[in-house]
């Protein structure tokens, strides 16, 4: 199986090359894998901001830990997710489908109705909590993606949001960052790169519940 060889091939980056970029093609196939992502109900109820800029990157390093991977990296990638639910959003989910699927859009108002009643039973925090799940998916599926094409990353959570708002303007976007991602090419003097995998074993990471055989069934 190619994914699993993919899988052992990607670590995260600590030390990216700075001389080297993601070309145009293999980031529109990343976007590509990350617009097909899952998301509740199909919601995909966040934003991605992928950002180059040198300037931008360097007020960022400093309320990123001041870790190296956000400056030496080609891209940046920052998963915002959406600050509150409003019902204009599943609106326009019901209309996309509708389109997408040349559905008439009253045969779907009824779905519509049923998410927004499902997503307001949940509390404020509940909803918070539910809207910053979401990119983690997405998250993923850029991984994934670029361990295909033997593009470098680094998924991050070790930043600040709330100076990422500020510094990127999203609080009055309605945005929040949730989790980051940097994604370019290994430096040859990683160590990280010749480290052993750390994972729990199969034997405490899974367990196994056997179906239980009704006794009507089980014969004499
Ligand atoms: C949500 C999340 C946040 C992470 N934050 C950071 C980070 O801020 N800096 C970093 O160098 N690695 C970060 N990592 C990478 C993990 O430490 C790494 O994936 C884990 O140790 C497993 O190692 P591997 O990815 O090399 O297989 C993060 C990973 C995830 C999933």
């Not at 992928?50 to 920052?78: C, G, M, Y």
């Amino acid at each position: 199986m190619e994914l699993l060889k993919n899988l052992e091939w990607r670590y995260a980056t600590k030390k990216f090359d700075p001389n080297r970029k993601v070309s145009q093609t293999n980031l529109e196939k990343i976007k590509r894998a990350i617009q097909l992502s899952v998301s509740s109900y199909g919601l995909q109820l966040y934003k991605v901001l992928i950002i180059e800029n040198k300037n931008i990157r360097e007020q960022l390093k400093p309320v990123s830990w001041n870790q190296n991977q956000i400056t030496d990296a080609s891209h940046l990638f920052v998963f915002c997710n959406y600050t509150k639910i409003n019902d204009d959003d599943i609106d326009d989910f019901i209309r996309l489908t509708s389109q997408t699927r040349n559905i008439e859009m009253a045969k779907l108002e009824g779905y519509g109705e049923f998410i927004k009643m499902k997503l307001a039973e949940k509390s404020e925090a509940e909803q918070t909590n539910w809207l910053e799940r979401q990119p983690y998916l997405a998250v993923s599926n850029l991984l994934i993606a670029c361990s295909e094409l033997e593009i470098d990353a680094c998924p991050m959570e070790g930043f600040e949001p709330d100076k990422y708002n500020e510094i990127l303007g999203l609080t009055e976007k309605g945005l929040n960052t949730c989790v980051i991602a940097t994604i370019g090419y290994r430096d040859d003097s990683d160590r990280s790169q010749d480290l052993p995998k750390v994972r729990k074993s199969t034997d405490l990471l899974f367990e196994e519940i056997e179906q239980k055989v009704p006794e009507s069934l089980v014969s004499s």
